[in-house]
């Protein structure tokens, strides 16, 4: 794809989301048709992001479709990663505004903290490797929110150029002794306005979230990109991905690791 391509199909996902407008799809010409194209999309994106404001950066990366159930609900088969902003991020027990999205979804997540950079000249990582980068696993929830009309329908190439159809997170408590949870076996239970709405487990995220970190340092080697020092990472949902309301309040407990909360107002 030509750059100048490159460059209007990420005004258009800019854009939609500025000014809160949908759209259906891509125009062909500038729609990606492979994870290069939809990576390369991706990252003009990201520039436009952080020219239009000096105090947005890059905090980390969110991994999508880590969880069979969030697969079969898109329609995709594979993992995806896209990027986190400091300007769309929030500490636990925050207020954020529904005006924000278009028609907001909440996963409850595993993230991590990075403590060493894990540079793309010196892969493949292996998982211990991987591991002893780590610096604090934190309890976390992402909002996901499509620029597409109907995002179950577009394929995996253009949900990553829309940068994963990451909108916003939040983020608990970081504890550093990470091998003091089962990570593969760790309960989470989604509430909103106090009732139970799921119950999810690490264990959905490709089995264990450390096999989907791992996932992530090797595909972006892949790429050419190192996971940076103090890099936070989300490493997919455990439950479906839950729609949530104007007014609602939502409460993620995460057992022994910690509670997330939010109210969307």
């Known amino acids: 794809m030509e750059n100048k391509n490159i460059s209007i199909a990420a005004n258009i996902l800019y854009n939609s989301r500025l000014r809160l407008k949908k759209i259906f799809d891509l125009p062909k010409y500038c729609k990606p048709q492979n994870t290069e194209e939809a990576y390369a999309i991706q990252n003009s994106l990201v ?16 991994i999508g479709c880590t969880n069979k159930a969030a697969q079969e609900q898109i329609n995709i088969s594979s993992p995806f990663y ?31 903290k990075m403590k060493k950079t894990l540079d793309a000249d010196k892969a493949p990582y292996t998982s211990n ?14 909002i996901v929110d499509s620029r597409y009309q109907d995002w179950t329908t577009v394929g995996i190439n ?13 983020y608990g408590s970081e504890k550093k002794n990470i091998d003091q949870f089962d990570l593969f076996d760790h309960s989470v239970s989604l509430y909103i306005n106090n009732t139970l709405i799921s119950e999810g ?3 959905n995220v490709l089995n264990n ?22 890099s936070y990472v989300s490493t997919g949902t455990c439950t479906p991905a839950i729609p949530v309301n104007k007014g609602d309040k939502i409460n993620v407990d995460f057992g022994t690791l910690g509670k997330v909360n939010f109210n969307l107002v």
Request: proline share 4%.
């Open 47 to 62: 520039k436009k992001y952080l020219s239009a404001d000096k105090k947005t950066f890059v905090i980390g990366k969110k």
């Open 82 to 112: 896209g990027n986190i902003f400091s300007t769309y991020s929030s500490k636990n027990n925050c207020s954020i505004k529904s005006e924000l999205f278009f028609k907001p979804f909440i996963e409850p997540e595993f993230s991590f």
């Open 201 to 203: 487990n690490a264990s």
């Open 158 to 170: 253009s949900l990553i150029a829309d940068n994963g159809a990451n909108a916003y997170w939040i």
């Open 129 to 142: 490797q991987i591991y002893d980068a780590i610096d604090t696993i934190i309890p976390s929830i992402e």
């Open 209 to 230: 979230p450390l096999n989907a970190l791992s996932w992530l340092v090797n595909t972006m080697t892949h790429h050419g990109k190192s996971l940076s020092i103090n």
